[in-house]
């Protein structure tokens, strides 16, 4: 098993950059749609997306948002960090089979309180930003190593509804970085 590590406030600088890359799997949709109860049929529906300007599913922007969030936890500073805020702007759809890398600058550091603020992008395998924003993040006081805990496995049973709309993914693309 792998280990998680972090950067405590002191060891952190400005221009300090990481990357952290998930690939975007039909699974991710539809259990985002069940734990935040987002059943936009955008999401979830391809006949009802096929009428909308993306013309197929398209993964929840909150979804990318998430991918951040995991980016701070695990890479920058990682474990220990306290999330704080987040501000996104949203430059184009992910869709199934999309694979987000997100990017992470460190553009500022407050010492009183040990907060730190995050520069944050998000690329598509082809190097289109899908997302950009800033989060605010109080940096871990206490230098850790653990071991990496277990992505959950977790099964899926779909509503006739979603069953329809398929349950086959497009094989991830390779990173581009």
């Known amino acids: 098993m792998s280990k998680l590590s972090n950067f405590t406030y002191d060891e952190l600088f400005i221009g ?11 699974r991710d949709i539809l259990l985002f749609a069940a ?33 951040i ?4 936890a695990l890479e920058l500073p990682g474990p220990g960090s306290i999330y704080l805020s987040q501000s996104l702007r949203f430059h184009r759809p992910v869709k199934i089979g999309d694979t ?4 992470l600058e460190i553009s500022a550091k407050r010492d ?3 907060f730190i603020t995050l520069q944050c992008s998000a690329f598509n395998q082809h190097n289109k930003q899908v997302v950009s924003g800033t ?3 109080k940096a871990p006081e206490q230098k850790l190593e653990l071991e990496r805990p277990a992505t959950p496995d ?9 069953s329809q709309a398929g349950t086959s993914s497009p094989a991830c693309s390779t990173n581009w970085r």
């Open 154 to 162: 977790i099964e899926i049973r779909q509503s006739a509804a979603v």
């Open 100 to 103: 987000v890398t997100v990017e």
């Open 135 to 137: 989060a605010e993040v």
């Open 35 to 67: 734990v935040s109860g987002d059943v936009n049929p955008v999401h979830l529906d391809p006949e009802f997306a096929a009428t909308t300007p993306f013309k197929e599913p398209i993964a929840h922007g909150m979804l990318t948002g998430a991918i």
């Open 16 to 26: 300090q950059t990481a990357r952290y890359t998930k690939c975007i799997e039909q």
């Open 69 to 72: 969030s995991a980016a701070i």
């Open 112 to 114: 009183g309180k040990q």
